[in-house]
């Protein structure tokens, strides 16, 4: 398996998978990459998010401490460019990582796109423990994992979702609109074997980015089929 991730000013931009827990929202920017050179902390960066694919392991090793440190800092750092951060294996000394309660979320699927993610809490630096869910996702089209992206969705971000998804709800959706009722019939509920409130938000918000990314997708080839009739009447 081949997994590119370098300096996005080669890159592809792809609409991301959110999360998540955000995955979340997940899924979001994965960027096909050609390098002309890498650093050995991005070859590093690399292995780590490849072997994450299969590893049964995975969040459990401490191999995957830098990777989760970058993720956490890029998702604390409010200045930073996110398209080309989540992107790369940085150059920045990582600091000092505790992980504890890791826990194996169940993986998702959405083709040509998976994710794998783990709850835990973590202490980075001399930062306060944070708990919050570390996502893998991938894109994989023939066979062939062609991106992949690592990040952090804190409890904090799980909560600020869920809260403005339910305010959406009460505000009126047209629950009749054919759309709207084919994308939530394309995307069922997420069923978490658990009772951790946290878990569920988190997969109430991975539903709910999975059918507004349904319903921009129905948007957009509607404009499209307008625009090529006017093109061509």
Known sequence: MSVRVCSPSRSSRFSRLRSVAGL??????LGLTACAQETPEQKAYQQALQTAQTDPDFCYSNRYDGVLAQAWQRAHDANADTQQDKATGTTTPTPSVVVTGAT????????PYSQRSCRLSVKVGDAAPETGFLTFTYLVRNAVTESALAEWHPDKEVVQKYDATMQQIKSGLDMN??????????????????TDPMVQKAAFDVRAHLVRRCLANKAALKNLYSDLYFIHR
């Open 24 to 29: 979340a929202t997940v899924l979001a920017t």
């Open 177 to 194: 609109d054919p759309d709207l009722k084919a994308c939530i019939a394309r995307y069922p509920a997420l069923q978490p074997n658990t």
């Open 104 to 111: 194996v979320m169940p993986e998702l699927s959405v083709p």
